[in-house]
């Protein structure tokens, strides 16, 4: 096996979002981003919880897993 691939291996294929979850109704939620923007995306979420978030091979938006509760902090450079 290439020493590349398997190095490229380690990196997730898709972008892993965190959002609040400012809407919630049967199997989707409208997400908000910490940028402001929002997507609906699907699975069950709680109202102002935090939740990770992965683009699916179809190009819809799902739930991943509840994310920690940590302040946002962003720093220019």
Known sequence: MNLWSRFE???AKKPTLVG???????RFCTIQLPSGATIRVEGAGTT??????????DGMWRIDGEASNLPLIEIDV
């Open 20 to 26: 609040t979850v400012i809407d919630s109704e049967f």
């Open 9 to 11: 291996d380690l990196f």
């Open 48 to 57: 102002g919880s935090r939740y990770y978030i992965t683009q699916k091979d």
